[in-house]
């Protein structure tokens, strides 16, 4: 759509810089469009559906470019329409016209870096566009409800301050990809992060140098993560189903209290991973610790069932510590569910075996660590200690 008319161009940011601006009105053809398509192979971003007004005078006839939010867009030609239909002027949606704020002129501001308590904001609020916020440094004993309320931050860096507990609606920060927390007072991670929003959007999290004991079964449920840091903390024991996390490439838990590792983390498929410093114990599959009633409870049995030949449940079916239980099943290395009645011990596992580059475990070169194995019944521990006593006669 073109229009030829005389138009004035007023740079909005003239004022603000304290400066004037005397615009003065040119003959000029005006143009509702979408930028064209670039040549493929050229790349940069493409044009996709962003809408320009472009103003072309005799001075400049390539003319000049101005982007166009759709949704303004739409109420300012809905308002040129009305006024060329003729609609009493009282009835129209019209501005007065006044000068802009300095808020409706600035660039909105996306970052903010804060290093030292003095440089905190007390009184004002973060600016909403923000999407990047860093407060490090600043004594912080809890998570400021104020960055709560900023929905477009992707990145939020808190650490070195002295935050004991998150807040549940950390979680509603719906665009969250990056969370460090490393050098707080954090004692655990609740399930209610783990069941939030951010599933779908956290990548990074650096939880290291803070006291947590253990994280919950529903951490992996965190299915996007990337990267996690969990170094120097009191992990007595990782999330028992971390195999879950399939997008999992850097972890480390290095100096933690962890004497061995679940099952599951055979699972994983790292980039690199950083073990070193945990009190690992030294397996011995001979001296297993044994949870197996036989003949099996009605319970186990029913358990085993509806794990094994995937029946579903949930909530509406079963009471809800039953449907509890059944998420974190263990599974034989026959491939059978069991639930409370197995056998426990743990072997040696290469590290190697789940990601590239392995960070050693000691002093002494090892890249080896102790993993859990269940069996569900006799035979198949048996058969295990067959094949075991074989190999390392
Ligand atoms: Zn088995």
Redesign the pocket.
């Known amino acids: 759509m073109r229009l030829q008319c005389e138009v004035e161009v007023r740079s909005r940011l003239l004022p603000t810089c304290g400066l004037r601006g005397r615009a003065k009105g040119a003959h000029a053809l005006l143009s509702l469009g979408r930028q064209p398509d670039r040549p493929p192979g050229r790349g940069g971003p493409s044009a996709g559906h962003s809408v320009y007004l472009m103003v072309c005078t005799a001075r400049d006839r390539a003319g000049a470019r101005y982007k166009a939010n759709a949704s303004n867009l739409k109420t300012f030609l809905a308002a040129v329409r009305l006024a060329h239909r003729g609609t009493d002027v009282e009835a129209l949606p019209l501005s007065v016209l006044v000068p802009a704020k300095t808020s409706e002129v600035e660039k909105p501001k996306t970052k903010m870096i804060i290093t030292s308590r003095r440089d905190y904001p007390l009184t004002k609020n973060f600016p909403y566009s923000l999407e990047h916020l860093q407060a490090s440094y600043c004594k912080l004993a809890r998570v400021d409800m104020r960055m709560l309320c900023l929905k477009k931050l992707r990145k939020l860096d808190l650490s070195h301050n002295h935050i004991k507990k998150l807040p549940e609606t950390i979680g509603d920060l719906v665009s969250l990809q990056e969370l460090n927390l490393h050098n707080n007072h954090l004692e655990s991670f609740c399930v209610a992060l783990c069941n939030s929003t951010l599933q779908k959007s956290l990548q990074f999290l650096d939880l290291s140098q803070n006291k947590i004991k253990a994280l919950p079964v529903q951490f992996c449920q965190l299915q996007e993560l990337i990267h996690l840091k969990l170094d120097d903390n009191e992990l007595i024991r990782l999330p028992f189903k971390m195999g879950q996390l399939s997008q999992l490439r850097f972890l480390s838990a290095a100096r933690n209290k962890l004497p061995f590792l679940p099952s599951d983390f055979r699972n994983l498929s790292l980039e690199k991973l950083d073990l070193f410093g945990n009190p690992f114990e030294q397996p011995n599959p001979l001296v297993p610790s044994i949870q197996l009633k036989i003949p099996l409870t009605l319970l186990e049995s029913a358990a085993r069932a509806t794990v094994n030949y995937r029946i579903p449940y949930g909530r509406h079916l079963l009471p809800s510590h039953l449907c509890e239980d059944l998420e974190v099943a263990k599974t ?5 569910a ?1 639930l409370s009645c197995f056998i426990q011990t743990t072997v040696t596992m290469n590290l190697h075996y789940v990601a590239h580059t392995v960070v050693l475990v000691d002093n002494m070169g090892g890249t080896e660590a102790p993993i859990v194995c ?4 006799l ?3 048996s058969q295990f200690l067959d094949r075991y006593l074989q190999s390392n006669r």
């Open positions: 034989c290395q026959c491939g059978n069991c269940y069996f569900c019944s035979t198949c521990y």
